[in-house]
C-alpha cells in the first residue's frame, strides 16, 4: 500500500459513505487485503479476538451472497466483498493463545518467580475470562447475572456476564474492526457499505460456518458510481448526541 497517496485519518472518515452503487471497476485484491490487515488491528474486548474475516473475490460466490443479501445494489454491483464473523465459540482457543503469549513475554519462567503483575495477567485469562464465557444453555449465565447484582448492592461489579452479553461483546468487537478495514479502504479511496440485510442461514451455508459462528456484518467494496450515493451524508444536529460533563 502506497502511504505517500493515502488520506489522513480525518479525511479518510468524511470520504467514507455507505455506497450502494460500485462501477464494474476491478480493485486491486492484495489492497483489500492490506485494509482486512488494520481491521485484526482494531480493539478488541480482553484482546479475544473473536472474529473472522471473510474475504470474497469469487464472481460466482458475490452473486450467491447477493442473491441471501435480498440483490441489494451494494452486493450485486460489489467487485469485492468482506464478510465480518464473530466466533464467541472459539473463547477457550484464544485463551490459550494469549496464556501463550504472555508466557512467552515473561521468559517461560517458574510460575513463582513471576512479578504480581504478570500473575495477576496470566490469573485474568485462567480464571476471570473462562468465568465470564463458560455457560450451559445460558443456566449458568443466568446465575451469574444474578449473583453479580447482589455483590453490585455493595460495591462496584462487572454485571453483563449473560450469554446474550457475552455475545454482544464479540460483535462489539468485531463492529470496532469492521469499521477500521473502511476507514483503510477510504483512505486509499476504495468505496465500502456495510450491509445487515442479509439471510444469516444461507450466508452460512456458503461460507460453510457453524452454526455456533454469526454474521456481523457484510461489507461491499468497489469503486462509487456517478449514482452510488442515495443522497447527500444527513446527520442529527450534534448539540443532540453530545453532551459534556
Not at 473502511?182 to 476504495?190: F, L, R
Request: hydrophobic fraction near 40%; aromatic fraction near 12%; include cysteine.
Amino acid at each position: 500500500m502506497d502511504l505517500s497517496t493515502e488520506k489522513s485519518v480525518s479525511e479518510a472518515i468524511k470520504y467514507r459513505r455507505s455506497v450502494r452503487v460500485f462501477k464494474n471497476e476491478a480493485l486491486d485484491i492484495q489492497k483489500v487485503k492490506d485494509c482486512i490487515q488494520l481491521a485484526a488491528l482494531a480493539p478488541t474486548s480482553s484482546n479475544m479476538q473473536l472474529w473472522e474475516f471473510y474475504h470474497v473475490v469469487s464472481p460466482d460466490c458475490i452473486e450467491q451472497i447477493a442473491k441471501a443479501s435480498f440483490d441489494q445494489n451494494a452486493a450485486k454491483t460489489a467487485q469485492q466483498l468482506v464478510i465480518v464473523v464473530t466466533r464467541k465459540d472459539l473463547w477457550r482457543k484464544r485463551v490459550k493463545s494469549n496464556i501463550k503469549y504472555l508466557k512467552a513475554q515473561y521468559g517461560n519462567k517458574p510460575e513463582a518467580d513471576y512479578s504480581k503483575r504478570e500473575k495477576f495477567a496470566l490469573n485474568y485469562y485462567q480464571k476471570i475470562i473462562p468465568a465470564l464465557y463458560f455457560d450451559f444453555f445460558g443456566i449458568i449465565g443466568m446465575i451469574k447475572f444474578l449473583a453479580f447484582q447482589i455483590i453490585g448492592i455493595f460495591k462496584p461489579i462487572y454485571r453483563q456476564a449473560r450469554q446474550s452479553d457475552m455475545r454482544i461483546v464479540a460483535h462489539k468487537s468485531a463492529g470496532l474492526a469492521a469499521q477500521n478495514f473502511m476507514i483503510g479502504m477510504a483512505a486509499i479511496k476504495y468505496d465500502t457499505c456495510p450491509m445487515e440485510g442479509f439471510d444469516s442461514l444461507r450466508i452460512k451455508k456458503i461460507l460453510h460456518l457453524p452454526a455456533s459462528a454469526e454474521i456481523n456484518m457484510i461489507i461491499g467494496c468497489g469503486i462509487r458510481a456517478t449514482n452510488g450515493l442515495y443522497g447527500d451524508r444527513f446527520r442529527i444536529p450534534f448539540e443532540e448526541t453530545y453532551f459534556k460533563i
